[in-house]
């Protein structure tokens, strides 16, 4: 999708950045600690909170930084206590929040090739 | 049954690579680690073996999200893992292995271990402190921080299981392997201390549903609480995620810091615990955020105030410390 929003506004990141079957994280605003998840599935990028529903209020889900994903590089994996989610629908499909779901960020790519929060 | 603690918890994880890194910067030295994997040890000889997922040596694996797969007990003498045995044994598989140790499972299914102890006799101080009223600790021009202050795990000093039944877990332990509960947070489940131990505790149950089944975290003993904050630093400073402190738990007085990790269980610092024997009575607490730490903290980057009319003079390039 071909980005509404203002290039002056927050850019996460390159999309071409971002290779497929990679994720990283980036501050959901500037400087904020709460981070947006990229993912390349499929040729198409997804964004999540990096925010496990295991817990009320979410917990940061790398163990390192930009380190999201499982050892096989099949589902975004907490690195709290092991749950794996979907990396394209976000469905937790084993551990403690089995049932639950990460919360999507909608994205946007801009012409000049940054990836940027959708405006809502 | 004169069990110390947990001398090894063991791993089938899917990237060895990554939890050989983990293992590492967390402060603990690889032994005999091969493509395989092998034993990452604190100071004492207790650790972390960590193998693939796949090796035929493990355990089986508990159908959760859990990485663990077998917890070796240490204990005081080849009598205590023949008691052991003749305990497990009247309703449960119990499996002699050439050295003499034993392995079974335990009401939860957790596979379990039981060997003479191999942890090595530790003999250092204690971080020293200097305190008005108190002889100093340090010597007259000993620093208390310096370049590359240690900050070693000494010993593992806990963990943490999520089980269904916190009362058949509670029984199976204090009646089958004589540890003893030294307080209770409700509703989650008992704090246990194994005979051979005075630390305020080894092992804590949290209650969850069945497929939740699994390691909720484990803790090392650090030297003390500038240890515990060094450590944790370092790592945060390397990209490592801070989960839960530095902080210390009123249960036990620990001090605290958790981290996530590839292990698929949190990682914890932990230092100065309680010490008990058995005149001790257990407490009960309703398990809340205030019933749970005196205090809690967040790591950020380091500031200062100063003449840069921001006010902030922000870090650059790697700590030195």
């Known amino acids: ?63 390192k930084t930009d380190r999201y994903l499982n050892g096989e590089g099949t589902h975004l994996a907490c690195h709290s206590h092991g749950a ?20 999507r960020v909608r994205l946007e790519t801009g012409a000049d090739g940054m990836v940027r929060l959708a405006e809502d | 049954m004169n069990i110390i603690g947990p001398d090894y918890l063991v791993f089938g994880v899917d990237d060895l690579a990554s939890s050989a890194e983990y293992l590492t910067d967390f402060g603990l030295t690889p032994v005999d680690v091969d493509a395989t994997g092998g034993l990452f040890e604190a100071l004492d000889g207790t650790g972390i073996i960590i193998r693939a997922k796949s090796d035929p040596s493990l355990p089986d694996p508990l159908p959760t999200a ?25 309703d449960r598989r119990v499996t002699r292995l050439a050295d003499g140790s034993i392995e079974t499972t335990d009401v939860h299914g957790f596979a379990l271990k039981f060997q003479v102890t191999r942890r090595r006799p530790l003999s250092m101080p204690a971080e020293k402190i200097n305190a008005p009223g108190a002889p100093a600790q340090r010597a007259p021009n000993e620093l208390g921080v310096f370049p590359g202050k240690p900050a070693q795990p000494r010993t593992l000093s806990h963990h943490v299981l999520f089980v269904p039944d916190q009362d058949a877990a509670r029984d199976f332990y204090c009646d089958r392997l004589g540890f003893v509960v030294t307080d209770v947070l409700k509703p989650a ?3 246990l201390r194994p005979r051979a131990n005075d630390d305020h505790h080894t092992l ?6 069945e497929y939740m089944k699994g390691l909720e975290h484990l803790a090392f003993h650090m030297g003390g609480p500038t240890e515990l904050m060094l450590a944790g630093t370092r790592l945060v400073n390397k990209g490592y995620q801070s989960f839960w402190g530095p902080g210390r738990h009123k249960f036990g007085s620990n001090w605290f810091w958790y981290f996530n990790s590839p292990l698929g269980t949190h990682f914890e610092y932990d230092a100065d615990m309680d010490k008990h024997d058995d005149s001790w009575v257990a407490r009960e607490a309703m398990l809340t955020p205030k019933a749970s730490q005196v205090f809690l903290f967040e790591a950020q980057r380091r500031w200062m105030p100063g003449p840069d009319p921001k006010g902030i003079v ?3 390039g790697t700590p030195e410390w």
């Not at chain 1, 794996?84 to 919360?103: A, H, S």
């Not at chain 2, 204990?75 to 044994?89: K, N, Y």
């Not at chain 2, 804590?204 to 549903?209: G, Q, S, V, Y």
């Open chain 1, 84 to 103: 794996q989610f979907d990396m394209e629908t976000g469905d937790c499909v084993v551990g403690p929040c089995l049932g639950q779901r990460l919360t």
């Open chain 2, 189 to 191: 489940g008992p704090f």
């Open chain 2, 66 to 90: 859990t990485m663990l797969r077998q917890q070796v007990y240490g204990v005081v003498a080849p009598e205590d893992i023949d008691a052991i045995a003749a305990e497990l044994g009247k």
């Open chain 2, 204 to 209: 804590f149950f949290i209650t969850t549903p």
């Open chain 2, 314 to 316: 922000e870090d650059e």
């Open chain 1, 1 to 63: 999708m071909v980005s509404t929003a203002p290039e002056t506004t927050h850019a996460l990141c390159r999309a071409d950045a971002i290779g497929e079957g990679q994720a990283r994280g980036f501050p959901r605003t500037p400087g904020a600690r709460q981070k947006v998840i990229v993912l390349r599935k499929g040729g198409r990028l997804h964004g999540w909170l990096d925010s496990c529903p295991h817990y009320a209020g979410g917990t940061p889900m790398a163990w």
